[in-house]
């Protein structure tokens, strides 16, 4: 199949699959008569597997390491565990992060309830430098 076939089938763009080409986390496509990539059904089942884990935050480290994992298929999966391990502990992370936030926006909500901006507290608040 071409690019522009495998990019539909899969949701990613062209110019993103030419990348991991080149970072070789996808292998090189075979080349037509006329020059063109031809990409099979294992650079589908790749680059399926490559946007999954992206889907679920890995780095591209992560992937092309799941990837290499994946080839082993007589290996223990305990790599992949400590992988999606590491991944959970960093969404607990951002989601700590973001519901810190959440509650910081909401009291600096809650605290203003002036009618002016040069009264407004939200205003004030941003404008102090942060307690360390």
Same mark, same amino acid.
Not at 1 to 7: K, P, Q, T
Not at 63 to 78: Q, T, Y
């Given at each position: 199949?071409?690019?522009? =076939?495998?990019?539909k089938?899969? +949701? ?8 991991? =080409? ?5 292998? @090189? @496509? ?5 020059n ?5 059904q294992?650079?589908l089942a790749?680059?399926t ?15 092309? =390491? ?6 082993? =298929?007589? #290996? ?9 391990? #590491?991944?959970?502990?960093? !969404?607990?992370?951002? !989601? %700590? %992060? ?5 509650d910081?926006? +909401?009291?600096?909500?809650r605290?203003?309830? @002036?009618?002016?901006?040069? %009264?407004?507290? !939200? ?7 942060? #307690?360390?």
């Open positions: 199949m071409r690019i522009g =076939e495998l990019a089938a899969t +949701g990613t763009k062209a110019e993103t699959i030419r990348y991991y =080409e080149r970072e070789g986390i996808l292998p @090189a @496509a075979d080349r037509t008569d006329n063109y990539r031809d990409y099979s294992d650079h790749a680059l597997f490559v946007r999954r884990a992206r889907e679920l935050g890995f780095s591209m480290a992560q992937v092309s =390491e799941l990837l290499d994992l994946a080839d082993n =298929e007589d #290996k223990p999966c305990g790599d992949v565990d400590h992988l999606v391990r #590491k991944q959970l502990g960093e !969404i607990d992370r951002k !989601i %700590d %992060d973001l519901t810190s936030l959440r910081e926006l +909401g009291h600096l909500l605290s203003c309830q @002036a009618d002016r901006i040069g %009264d407004c507290r !939200i205003v004030e608040s941003l404008a102090r430098p942060r #307690k360390a």
